[in-house]
């Protein structure tokens, strides 16, 4: 599969925050080319302001593996991380990650700038699809204006 | 209480935390003079890179008030957060942060530099009993080499 495939099926999650009225973040984690783990935001439901997409499919691949790092494993995810899931990005090792739109309020750049957050040996790459993840985005906050 | 008492509860935590074999780090959360979380670092326990006492603390609070804001509490931790935890603590919009060490490895400080990672209305104070709170990290590592 390739990076845009899997990124359609983190925004597939996306959507299904969309439907549930949460900001509409998805995220997937891949590993051999398998799916090991599929969230959305639940900041809403939770009651959990810190209930992003990249935390609850962390904690997934964590409890799927058995193993607190995923050195050989990429993430993808619709918006620009922000802090505190770089952060926790950082503390899983992840090999790699894919993110879709940039995110100018809350992406991390915005306070990290040129220093970057993640683990040294983590590779990432962004702009997959992401007029789609930032369309997503866009729709949703237009709705509840 | 003043905030030396609260942060010996973050340290009596933290303490926990040693004995498991665990980062001795501890984190308290109060409101209304009230302690309404509790919480030490739980990486090895959980296999979870990602559970730290902050973010422990944070998920009980949350789950206790029914309420993902907690602007009118304070969360005392043995530790300078790392840029993780700083990402949650920002998203709580946590009232007051009081924390005891440094942590020159993995705070958030390194990182961050002169912006602050906190949400504009937090208030932060560092030092509270950082001796001790230093002093438990020091005697960890110390027996693990």
């Not at 783990?37 to 609850?56: C, F, G, K, M, P």
């Not at 904690?59 to 995923?70: D, I, W």
Request: glycine share 6%; proline share 3%.
């Amino acid at each position: 599969m390739t990076d845009e495939q899997y990124m359609q099926q983190a925004l597939n999650e996306a959507q299904k925050a969309f439907d549930a009225g949460e900001v509409p973040v998805g995220a997937i984690i891949v590993m051999n080319d398998k799916v090991i783990a599929r969230a959305h935001n639940q900041v809403e439901l939770l009651n959990d302001s810190t209930a992003h997409a990249e935390i609850l499919a962390l904690t997934t691949a964590f409890n799927f593996l058995g193993s607190k790092y995923l050195p050989k494993a990429t993430l993808y995810v619709t918006l620009e991380p922000c802090l505190m899931c770089c952060g926790a990005l950082y503390w899983s090792k992840m090999g790699r990650i894919v993110y879709g739109a940039n995110d100018e309020k809350n992406g991390y750049k915005k306070t990290t700038g040129d220093k970057s957050p993640f683990h040294p040996k983590t590779e990432v790459l962004n702009g997959i699809l992401k007029e789609d993840c930032a369309g997503l985005m866009k729709d949703f906050f237009k709705a509840r204006r």
